[in-house]
């Protein structure tokens, strides 16, 4: 019986965490942000080829309402080897949009990718990419709530 009430408060106290947060912002668009160290001595040639390649494709996905918003972030105080140089970041009106698999999304970022690469053929749009992929390594993916905070009473 001791283990029960134990359990019911801890479920009890659990639930009530996200009502009481609820009360302090309101939630806001979902930011997907993925992160990349440049290979050494390769940051002049892997940014041009962002601004020649994601700019424009960014630009489109907002355009289609794939995204609401885009930014670009440079990291300017390396703490070591994993840590991170530049990150990507995609604004989502919710966790749903920039989680969830969606048939229509992904025929308007192919179409997308064909316009940008000039071809329709997913391999040779792979041979265009690759050289980018030897330019960086991925360090990681956060999915970051914006929320607006709430003014005390």
Same mark, same amino acid.
């Given at each position: 019986? +001791? ?30 942000? @993925?992160? /990349? ?7 002049? !040639? ?7 390649? /994601? ?13 609401? !918003? ?14 991170? !140089? ?7 009106? @919710? /966790? ?18 064909? +316009?940008? /690469? ?31 905070? +709430?003014?005390?009473?």
């Amino acid at each position: 019986m +001791k283990r029960m009430m134990i359990a019911a408060s801890f479920v009890a106290c659990w639930l009530a965490v996200p009502v009481q947060a609820q009360e302090h912002f309101t939630e806001g668009p979902v930011w997907a942000v @993925s992160y /990349y160290r440049i290979q050494p001595d390769k940051a002049d !040639d892997y940014l041009k080829w962002i601004r020649a390649n /994601y700019l424009p494709t960014a630009e489109a996905e907002k355009k289609q309402g794939l995204i609401l !918003d885009f930014k670009v972030f440079f990291n300017t105080s390396r703490r070591d080897e994993k840590d991170w !140089d530049i990150a990507y970041a995609s604004l989502y009106p @919710s /966790y749903a949009k920039a989680l969830d698999y969606s048939a229509e999304d992904e025929a308007k970022g192919k179409a997308i990718a064909a +316009k940008q /690469y000039k071809t329709k053929d997913e391999a040779k749009q792979q041979e265009i990419v690759a050289p980018r992929l030897a330019m960086r390594v991925y360090i990681g993916t956060n999915f970051i709530r914006e929320v607006t905070l +709430k003014p005390l009473p």
